[in-house]
């Protein structure tokens, strides 16, 4: 595991359990995709609203703990202030805030509103004749949102080659309503994609600078509480769950030791 | 059309209504007209990320689809965010007659002026639209504008938020009205010894106007939700509704017919009026 990536899972673990709340099994899925879209994009910690910066959409605002940690990393502001995550005062909620937040440019939560918004940020982009790009972080339960498609099929027809979709294939969707093959879903709507590992950082940094001719999705297979062996095999229990002092020790145990 | 023109920074989404309107706004400025399609849900959200990179895009498609399909999206994407942006929706109440009940739409002042950050108009006239549209396109806050094909041809001052007093003859009771519907009302009460208080603006409404006639019964005579509502957000007032009832209208022909079959008409109204009159 890459040791930002270990880092920024134990911060999760420990705000999780520091705080009483927390998504951790989905934040774990989407670890190295944050990290690796923050080490690729242009951006500027010490001026989020930098005017050539590219833009990042959470979609799945449920993995703002992460994307907290993330941001915290990179520098858009100390570590500490985290520490009161979900308080009631608190600038860090469990759906991010964008006025609150340095770094988040929109603020998600009910599920199948990012792509909508990065298909209009791209068009904007575009119109403004800018090489600015929008990338896009889904799930693949938010997948089941038929706005996702809507938009999907809007951003291909409008050629919309700035935006990059990254798919979160955790299967967090399989007791539901499945999308086994959603590779060939997004190609059957006209897309460019390609699949990856979503925990190799650098395969995620290698197909995060491509820019295609259209649409670029990429389909990132992960584990739903990827690095802990315990939320790994019992994520539907852990979706939601705060650990107690036996649970955080095994959990941050297992995160050392790599199980998974 | 000449504001678009003028402002490059207008963006104009169609839901795949009304574009064959704007074929020379779209030969001109082919980066500023999409006929996005049949996705209301997108088209707000879209809007929203466009107003997020510094445009301010209108949105354009028939006013159920636009407003009750994509309330959660105007909610969050637009106003939550502020992301604002101008929604123009045509077809609201019954214009639509003949498409039926799928087509009417009469909740989508009542809901969208529920929400933080969102302006409410239903202009009744073209000047009415005009005068607001080029007032508060680029305001930065979330507009509804209510298009109608059916205007009134009465030429009222137009301010945003201020209601307009048309008459004002010291009655017992002040029927209240917005919109197109004012053609109607006019006529019904134009020889009856009632005031007469007439609004654009939803919302923000006029309360202070309204307070000035706290001391009268107050009729509000609509073929919406929404405006009764409003008024009676103004405290110690009496206040009472003639327009839609609790069911949905099931009836086709045209705007007239069902005008009358809900005694909105220029007879049914004086009707109601002199019996409210009477009872003040």
């Known amino acids: ?260 | 059309m000449d504001l678009a023109a003028r402002d490059d920074k207008i963006v104009l989404l169609f839901g795949d209504v009304s574009v064959y309107l704007f074929q020379e706004f779209k030969e001109k400025y082919p980066d500023r007209f999409y006929n996005i399609g049949i996705c209301e849900n997108t088209l707000i959200t879209m809007a929203a990320g466009l107003s997020a990179q510094g445009f301010y895009p209108f949105v354009h498609s028939i006013a159920p689809f636009i407003t009750e399909r994509s309330y959660e999206q105007i909610k969050l994407d637009m106003c939550y965010n502020e992301f604002g942006g101008n929604i123009a929706s045509c077809g609201a109440s019954f214009d639509y007659a003949w498409d039926g009940a799928t087509h009417h739409a009469y909740t989508d002042l009542a809901i969208l002026r529920l929400l933080p950050h969102m302006e409410v108009i239903q202009p009744g006239s073209r000047k009415e639209l005009d005068v607001l549209l080029r007032s508060q396109y680029n305001n930065g806050k979330t507009t509804y504008f209510r298009l109608s094909d059916h205007p009134h041809d009465i030429d009222v001052p137009v301010e945003f938020g201020k209601g307009v007093v048309l008459k004002d003859c010291e009655s017992k009771l002040t029927v209240m009205t917005a919109g197109p519907l004012l053609g109607n009302v006019m006529e019904a009460c134009g020889e009856i010894d009632v005031n007469l208080v007439y609004f654009h603006t939803l919302k923000p409404i006029d309360k202070k106007l309204i307070g000035k006639f706290a001391n009268t019964k107050i009729l509000v005579i609509h073929d919406a939700l929404g405006l009764y509502e409003a008024i009676c957000e103004v405290p110690h007032l009496s206040v009472s509704y003639h327009g839609l009832s609790d069911q949905f209208c099931s009836s086709y022909g045209t705007l007239k017919e069902i005008r009358e079959a809900l005694g909105l008409n220029p007879g049914s109204i004086k009707k109601v009026v002199l019996r409210q009159l009477a009872k003040s």
């Not at chain 1, 298909?119 to 904007?124: E, H, I, N, R, T």
């Not at chain 1, 309503?177 to 995620?204: K, S, T």
């Open chain 1, 1 to 260: 595991m890459n040791p930002v990536c270990r880092q920024i899972r134990k911060d999760i673990l420990h705000l999780a359990k520091v705080s009483g709340h927390g998504h951790i099994p989905t934040c774990f899925s989407v670890v190295e995709m944050l990290y690796s879209i923050y080490s690729t994009i242009r951006h500027d910690p010490k001026n989020p609203s930098w005017e050539n910066r590219d833009i990042f959409i959470l979609s799945k605002g449920h993995a703002s703990l992460a994307h907290y940690c993330i941001l915290a990393e990179c520098g858009y502001f100390k570590k500490e202030f985290l520490s009161t995550f979900g308080a009631f005062k608190s600038d860090f909620g469990c759906h991010a805030d964008r006025f609150k937040v340095p770094g988040v440019e929109a603020s998600t939560g009910s599920l199948g509103h990012g792509i909508g918004l990065s298909v209009g940020m791209a068009l904007g982009i575009k119109i403004a004749k800018s090489d600015r790009r929008v990338y896009a972080l889904i799930g693949d339960g938010e997948a089941n949102e038929g706005s996702v498609w809507e938009a999907v099929l809007v951003a291909v027809n409008l050629g919309l080659n700035n935006l990059t979709i990254l798919y979160d294939n955790n299967m967090s969707h399989a007791k539901g309503l499945q999308i086994n093959h959603p590779a060939e879903h997004f190609r059957g709507f006209g897309c460019e994609v390609i699949e990856v590992n979503g925990h190799d950082v650098e395969a995620l940094k290698r197909e995060i600078i491509k820019k295609g001719n259209k649409l670029w999705v990429i389909v990132a297979h992960t584990k739903k509480g990827y690095g802990c062996r315990t939320l790994v095999e019992n994520h539907y229990e852990w979706h939601r769950k705060s650990p107690n002092d036996h649970e955080y020790a095994k959990l941050m145990e297992e995160i050392c030791e790599e199980t998974i």
